[in-house]
């Protein structure tokens, strides 16, 4: 099971983004996807999380100005990302939570990480 995220890139204060991330593989199903961002010399933070049934979860700094949006039949999940500022400024992961997959004979269950995918707002 492999994520490829895409859609970084730099935009201005204000401006618009939207990441794709799209998971690949022998999969059944997955229970969450969401993203992460790293900012420059701080931790690793929920941005956006998406349950299977569609409940969402925002951080606080991005609520009203991101969205989370999921394609099942596509194991694919999407961030708009709106009203950007220079704090926004990070790496961006996708993260796979309870992927349930084949692997050889068997059905197993893990959790994966998808690349790192640069997000630069300028000011």
């Known amino acids: 099971v492999q994520l490829q995220a895409s859609g970084g890139g730099l935009v201005q204060a204000g401006g618009s983004l939207r990441l794709s991330c799209a998971a690949s593989?022998?999969?059944?199903?997955?229970?969450?996807m969401g993203w992460y961002r790293q900012p420059p010399g701080k931790e690793r933070q929920l941005v956006a999380r998406i349950r299977s049934d569609g409940t969402t979860t925002y951080a606080d700094s991005v609520q009203g100005r991101f969205a989370i949006y999921r394609d099942n039949a596509k194991n694919t999940i999407y961030l708009e990302m709106n009203t950007l500022k220079p704090e926004d400024t990070a790496v961006y992961y996708c993260?796979?939570?309870?992927?349930?997959?084949?692997?050889?004979?068997?059905?197993?269950?893990?959790?994966?990480w998808g690349q790192g995918t640069q997000v630069t707002v300028s000011s």
């Open positions: 993260r796979a939570e309870r992927v349930r997959y084949t692997s050889g004979s068997f059905v197993a269950t893990g959790d994966r």
């Open positions: 593989g022998s999969i059944f199903s997955i229970e969450r």
